[in-house]
């Protein structure tokens, strides 16, 4: 386990001059997400809604093939009649998918074995001796705590079976927030807006191949600046004895409060950092964009980072259907993956039309769609 946050960080103020900067000052032909239908709303496993999702993948990137199936954890609770209550029972969910489509493993972890009361989203690696996995995950809550929404990172060794990933051991802390550059709060609040809670979550692995030197880069929540939006992505890197929080690698102080699910990715001597994000957690008083993935590209890991595009924004939700689907997630092989949100709105909104809660809420994997890498720029590949 990591050593206390005070003793690990005396440092009481941090400057950020060295953080990259993301302020977008105009969104302008927005690329389109592929709208989703009728026919891509195909439950996984019935009785149960399935939202963020990520496969078992290599150290470099690429996604495992084990025993002919692909191996994906999804986050998943029962279905209750307003979706937004799966946030407070959410389980991570093991699937698997093969010539025969998908089949359900179950519970990825089991009962019992997290330390808090939900298992919210994170990223899983098979090192490269085949055989061990680490599964980095978000733990949410505290086991014999009040109800909150503290959020810590943890990771699970286990191994690769003939059935998928297994023999999942006792998860550790791997980081703690620091209170100076990342906030550290126990947010023991009841019902809080969405889109206003504060993030230390969504663990996502990273090699850097100029380098070998792994990294996880995290959602989180600037410490140093009390602006009511002040999300940030994290990083911590592995000294070869244990994860070292670092400096944010992203700022969007003022203009954004939640950069969630950030993943990177090496193309072509670059780096690509890509985030998602909705438009009720932009601050009013900026500019802002679409439900959508974003991103920044860098010469190294180490930065500093431009938007991509020049605003930052990949691809938007269409704007007949700006809820459809979330939390994109892309793989090594440049496939971008996403669950089906409220889809199908045709204009309407749930404030107006609290039937469309339950009816509209896809809860399953959404349509898989390409992107295509030059440069600077990343865009949706044609079919």
């Known amino acids: 386990m990591p050593p206390e946050a005070t003793d690990r960080h005396p440092q009481q103020t941090f400057s950020a ?84 489509g998908w089949r359900d493993h179950g519970n990825a972890l089991p009962d019992g074995l997290n330390p808090g009361t939900r298992e919210w989203a994170g990223s899983a690696v098979l090192h490269d001796d085949g055989r061990a996995v680490t599964l980095f995950y978000t733990v949410a809550g505290r086991r014999d705590g009040p109800f909150s929404f503290e959020q810590r990172l943890f990771a699970v060794p286990g191994t690769l079976g003939p059935q998928g990933p297994e023999g999942w051991q006792t998860p550790e802390e791997i980081i703690v927030a620091d209170g100076v550059r990342y906030i550290a709060d126990r947010q023991e609040i009841e019902a809080p807006e969405p889109g206003t809670i504060k993030g230390f979550r969504d663990p996502a692995w990273f090699r850097d191949p100029a380098t070998g030197v792994a990294h996880i880069v995290f959602t989180a929540s600037a ?33 954004n409060n939640e950069l969630e699910r950030p993943n990177v990715h090496f193309r072509d001597g670059r780096y690509y950092l890509f985030w998602s994000t909705q438009r009720h ?103």
């Open 17 to 100: 001059t060295g953080v990259s900067r993301w302020e977008p000052q105009a969104f302008t032909d927005l690329p389109e997400i592929p709208l989703v239908t009728a026919q891509d709303i195909q439950p996984l496993v019935p009785g149960l809604d399935l939202w963020d999702c990520w496969p078992l993948a290599h150290e470099d990137g690429r996604t495992v093939v084990h025993a002919g199936r692909t191996w994906w954890f999804f986050l998943s609770s029962p279905i209750f009649p307003d979706p937004v209550t799966r946030h407070g029972f959410a389980r991570i969910r093991l699937l698997s998918r093969g010539a025969d």
């Open 223 to 255: 410490a140093w600046d009390d602006n009511r939006f002040n999300g940030i992505v994290g990083v911590a890197t592995w000294d070869g004895t244990c994860w070292a929080l670092g400096d944010p690698v992203i700022e969007a102080i003022g203009v």
């Open 281 to 383: 957690t932009f601050n009013p008083q900026a500019v802002p964009g679409p439900n959508g993935i974003y991103g920044a590209v860098a010469d190294s890991f180490s930065g500093p980072w431009r938007a991509i595009n020049g605003s930052g924004l990949v691809a938007a939700n269409p704007a007949t259907e700006q809820t459809q689907t979330y939390s994109w997630w892309v793989t090594g092989e440049d496939e971008v993956w996403s669950f089906v949100d409220y889809w199908g709105m045709q204009g309407r909104a749930l404030a107006d039309h609290p039937e469309l809660l339950r009816a509209q809420f896809g809860g399953t994997a959404a349509p898989v769609f390409r992107l295509r890498f030059a440069g600077d720029a990343v865009t949706v590949a044609a079919d």
